[in-house]
């Protein structure tokens, strides 16, 4: 059995000194030519890929869902469970990005996972004790995507989504993004990433969208909307 033991929770040379590139391509330069970056899916290890493992991602929004089929790896999923999120970086056979392809996969960086959270807002650390420095953050399907940086040592305290209860019915529910550091001492700024599910909240049948609150320190936009796209049906043929 093929494994990735060198894979997982490792990024290589270039992804440690290279963010994941969150234009509209994701294209990274490398010596071996050019390769892709995704928060993606973890989907399994197949019969029909060979039992090599299969990863699927939306790039943002509403976009096609497109399949990812490694060539060369299977992941243990007795280390990596199927549907948890992570940052793949990757080369496509055709050398295209969002489409379906096979890949070679160069590496893997493990994120935070989790789900939106329901609840009493003033209960949960509050927004302005910890900016969070927000370099990007992106709504994929039902997932909010987030790269930020956070003064931590290993790993924060605690880093949460959560949607007010009393705002849960509202066309537009207030959510708010919050962390508190640990208490350790020689905390240092790091980058992170992060992935959580909004499908509770997003497909609830009042919902049209939702604002997001953040204490964001590096562009100052501390509130961010996401809706759903309105589609006008096309009118009836003549």
């Avoid at 997982?8 to 050019?34: H, K, M, P, W, Y």
């Avoid at 299969?54 to 089929?69: I, M, N």
């Amino acid at each position: 059995m093929k494994q990735l033991i060198r894979f997982i929770f490792i990024i290589l040379a270039l992804s440690l000194t290279t963010s994941c590139n969150e234009s509209n391509d994701n294209r990274i330069s490398g010596d071996d030519g050019v390769m892709m970056c995704d928060m993606v899916t973890f989907v399994g290890n197949p019969a029909s890929n060979n039992n090599n493992s299969v990863f699927q991602f939306q790039k943002e929004g509403d976009s096609r869902l497109t399949t990812l089929r490694a060539t060369d790896i299977a992941l243990d999923t007795t280390v990596m469970k199927v549907n948890t999120r992570m940052l793949l970086f990757y080369t496509p056979e055709t050398g295209m990005h969002n489409i379906d392809d096979n890949v070679s996969v160069t590496g893997i960086k493990a994120v935070h996972n989790d789900s939106i959270r329901t609840g009493n807002i003033s209960l949960m650390p509050s927004i302005n004790d910890n900016p969070i420095f927000v370099n990007s953050i992106w709504r994929s399907g039902t997932y909010i995507n987030i790269h930020c940086g956070l003064t931590y040592v290993f790993e924060p305290y605690s880093f949460v989504l959560m949607v007010d209860k009393n705002t849960i019915d509202n066309e537009l529910p207030d959510v708010y993004l919050s962390y508190k550091a640990s208490n350790d001492h020689g905390s240092r700024f790091q980058e992170f990433y992060a992935s959580i599910d909004v499908a509770n909240l997003w497909n609830r049948p009042t919902c049209k969208g939702f604002t997001l609150h953040v204490n964001d320190s590096n562009f100052g936009k501390n509130e961010i909307e996401f809706k759903k796209l309105s589609i006008t049906p096309a009118p009836p043929m003549q």
